[in-house]
T-cell receptor, first 112, second 105 residues
């Protein structure tokens, strides 16, 4: 059983481009969480999803950010029209129920 | 005020020392998590606990729900324990800012 897989590990985007971050949860896990870690800062919750549903998106910026977890395939965190302030490490975690979550290795987004 | 407060922010210890990291929180929770983040950024979940005490190897985590406080202890610390330790509550919606631990040989 592979762990939580995030790709890409590193992503460079120019200002104004779109960034798509993928998270494949562990097998059997139906809960996915996305977090952002800005440079020199702590982890911040962004969004909590179950299959085909957004459960809590209170940590998501109101504009340019969206997330989905379709019935088939990975969860996607999408950032439109990226700006330099979006540069951060984005972590995904998954869990089978409302229990302990397992983290992916993260995607390090750099906006140039 | 942050929902989760950790102390100390930075900690340097000699190899073999007993280490304690503290976490206090202000929100109601069903469980608290301790996470470890190594240089290079990968995050590992160490414990999830809702009461009492859990032990895994040289790591021990305790929680007092009434006092809204948890501690992470490391016995016989080793340089490979050097990492950032993070406390998280409420389904990992709230995080402490982390405790950066350096264990010197």
């Amino acid at each position: 059983n592979a762990g939580v897989m995030q790709n890409p590990r590193h992503l460079v985007r120019r200002r104004g481009q779109e960034a798509r971050l993928r998270c494949s949860p562990m097998k059997g896990h139906s809960h996915v969480y996305w977090y952002r870690q800005l440079p020199e800062e702590g982890l911040k919750f962004m969004v909590y999803l179950q299959k085909e549903n957004i459960i809590d998106e209170s940590g998501m910026p109101k504009e340019r950010f969206s997330a989905e977890f379709p019935k088939e395939g990975p969860s996607i965190l999408r950032i439109q029209q990226v700006v330099r302030g979006d540069s951060a490490a984005y972590f995904c975690a998954s869990s089978p129920l409302d229990t302990e979550a397992f983290f992916g290795q993260g995607t390090r987004l750099t906006v140039v | 005020k942050n929902e989760v407060e950790q102390s100390p922010q930075n900690l340097t210890a000699q190899e073999g020392e007993f280490i304690t990291i503290n976490c206090s929180y202000s929100v109601g929770i069903s469980a608290l998590h301790w996470l470890q983040q190594h240089p290079g950024g990968g995050i590992v979940s160490l414990f999830m606990l809702s009461s009492g005490k859990k032990k895994h190897g040289r790591l021990i985590a305790t929680i007092n729900i009434q006092e809204k406080h948890s501690s992470l202890h490391i016995t016989a610390s080793h340089p490979r324990d050097s990492a950032v330790y993070i406390c998280a509550v409420a389904n990992q919606f709230y995080f402490g800012t982390g405790t950066s631990l350096t264990v010197i040989p």
